[in-house]
């Protein structure tokens, strides 16, 4: 009998131990069938307490994170996990000699095999950008440069910062009679407005084209990025805003530019800085506004929400649910626009933890709920997102006199065009500005690609960075002012 406690007390232990394999954060990448080369990143953080198991997702590539899961079930090395709102199941066996979960993953009827690895900080970031990715050359890289290329420095001396970048101008700078520049979307960016993990540098492009078609360009990296000085983290949209001054004031101090019509052509949150910079400046001759907001980016944030979660299939009652979450936290951000960072945070982690604690309804565990808590309060809490989400656009675009284009693509996910391109014609009537054209571009994403979907997905798989038919028309546009 004892020998038989011994040997039941052994399996308990091995159970127990092989169960606890399973906890903490993975990593895997699915190979979606029927697309050459179209791969989705999924990271699966697993937790347990007292023997009860919960579980939430990441995609990155599609900008989602924390979607919550309603069953985890382990037995053994085994592991079963699913989404039911999102038709989402994966079956996975744990391989102590790789420590890795060979699995399938399932949405609806199809399922692809899915292998995870134990995260790390090498592996997945949960940012932007991914760690060791290297550049590939794209086909509209320029490949050979035929205009004049001048490494700069300028300085924004309201901030102390000094910025970095490229000026490119045609050969004959005799006839050229305009420049630009160019304004990159949200989150810290080369002058080329890469993002590694897309493998695509839209503003190479857009400047390689401009010059070649006799418009001088300059790009520069973003305050705090390659070889500019400065804080990213701390900055807003307003301190943007103060580089590009800084960059208007560099071009009239040089006697070979000042003659020069200048342009300001700003991509996502660069078409919203952009009017913040025109609206005060009349000597700013023309802007072009990419995938720019034209109504309160509240409204932005909540629709791309659900357009994202559409994406991924989710249901409508759940895309209702998440709208109105969002909504009441935005609204709790821009009514104490003025209470502190620690006081803030107070009312956020409340907000949200009641939020999740109702929306998990048993299916989180009180830590994994905290840990979510802690990690979207102090991304919505800093200073960068405080006042995006309280910004107007329509403050700026009404004050706007100059000729203006605003483009979007009509898959834009991100931003989406219906809302916006009507909210800039609005605002530009209201200027009683006679000088402009809204145009949506069919078929394009928010980098302007030619797209499927319109997904943050397929950003990388696309070979195309920009599309032709938005570099003929932003060329087409600038050269009839």
Known sequence: MKKIIIIASLLLLSEITQAQNFVGDWNGVLNIPGAQNLKLRLVLHISEKAGVYTSTMDSPDQGAKGLLTDKTVVSDNTIIIEASKLALKYVGTYQADSNRITGTFSQGPGSIPLTLYKVTASTYSGSNSSPGAKSVKRAQDPSDISYLQEEVTFNNTKANVQLAGTLTMPKDRGATKKIVILISGSGPQNRNEEVVQFNHRPFLVWSDWLTRQGIAVLRYDDRGVGKSTGNFGTSTSADFADDVRAAIAYLKSRSDLAKLSIGLMGHSEGGMIAPMVAADDQTIGFVVLLAAPGIPTTEVLVRQSADQMRLLGAADSVIKV????????????????????????????SALSADLSSRGAGMLSKAEIDKQVAANVSQISGPWFRY??????????????????????????????????????NSLKKAGNKRFEVLPLTGLNHLFQTAKTGGVIEYGEIEETVSPIALAKVVDWINKR
Not at 395 to 424: F, H, P, R, W
């Open 388 to 425: 995006f989400i309280s910004f107007d656009p329509t403050a700026y675009l009404t004050k706007l006199k100059c000729s203006v284009l605003a483009l979007n693509g009509t898959l834009d996910m991100q931003v989406s065009y219906k809302e916006n391109l009507d909210g800039i014609t």
């Open 322 to 349: 998440n709208t109105a979450s969002n909504g009441k936290l935005y609204q709790l951000i821009k009514s104490h626009r003025n209470l502190g960072v620690d006081a803030l945070k107070i009312k956020l982690d």
